[in-house]
């Protein structure tokens, strides 16, 4: 963390919590250290100021939000959230459903989790590393898409795998992403994986984000699909006000596993 004789203690340790989360609201740090959100709104303005971190609607972020995180890190980052993730958008599958799988070290923790609860299902995935979760399991009706890879989070893209998806009905689609911009436009990096994530969205009855708190102050640079694309995002803490104002306008429905 920079050193900076112009910081308060109160902001010096903001400065840690946002670097330790990724993300933290005015209301919460305001419990934190027991002041008014006026002050540790102003705490904020004036980290933006130094550029030691990003102010957002509701709460701070930290300045290299922009930048994309390699395959091993993500899946370090957040384990414990992403598996509470994990769980909780497992419970919403039915008996019996199709599902898509999309890439991501957080519907990796999807598929540990549908695998906990051992229900009949029909599993469709471009990763990879889905597959080697769910591989062997006797309820499980797994196909893998075919296609290139492409990575190293082991993800199948191509016209191939969109020829395929676009031959199947899912129940649900369990959708990973990289941020948000400030309107709640849903945003990732790899334009192959945004394609493969819109064409299973197009053919899936319900379409699922699943994605930590990190993800809030976090952009990218193209375009997933808006909130109204959804019907539920499933993360571990609430998202900031700005966000929930959008969701709500769009009927999407948040789901926390804090």
């Known amino acids: 963390m920079p050193e900076n004789s112009e910081l308060t203690p109160r902001q010096t340790e903001i400065l840690q919590l946002v670097g330790e989360h990724g993300y933290a ?43 994309r995180l390699g395959y091993a890190e993500k899946t370090m980052r957040a384990a414990a959230a992403k598996k509470r993730i994990g769980r ?15 890439v991501g070290t957080t519907v990796e923790a999807v598929a540990s989790a549908l695998k906990e609860r051992a229900i009949r ?14 591989t062997g399991e006797p309820d499980l009706h797994l ?22 998806i676009e031959t199947i009905h899912f129940d649900f689609a369990f959708i990973g992403f990289s941020g948000f911009a400030t309107d709640g436009t849903i ?24 994605g930590d708190h990190s993800k809030f102050a976090r952009k990218a640079i193209a375009t997933v699909g808006s909130p109204r694309d959804f ?26 596993a804090g």
């Open 25 to 67: 609201t005015l209301e919460t740090l305001s419990q934190r250290f027991d002041v008014s959100v006026q002050s540790i709104r102003r705490d904020i303005i004036q980290l933006d100021k130094l550029r030691l971190l990003q102010r957002f609607h509701g709460g701070a972020g930290p300045m290299d939000s922009t930048v």
């Open 88 to 102: 909780l958008a497992a419970n919403l599958v039915p008996d019996g459903a199709a599902i898509f799988l999309d």
């Open 121 to 134: 299902l029909h599993v469709f995935t471009n990763s990879l590393a889905c597959a080697m979760l769910l």
């Open 143 to 164: 196909h893998v898409f075919g296609g290139s890879s492409r990575g190293a989070d082991g993800s199948l893209v191509g016209a191939r795998t969109l020829a395929e």
């Open 187 to 210: 945003l990732d990096y790899d334009l192959e994986k945004i394609a493969i994530k819109q064409a299973a969205m197009r053919r899936s009855v319900q379409s699922v984000l699943v």
């Open 231 to 256: 019907s539920h995002l499933v993360t571990d803490l609430a998202p900031p006000d700005f966000l929930l104002s959008s969701f709500a306008k769009a009927k999407l429905e948040v789901v926390e």
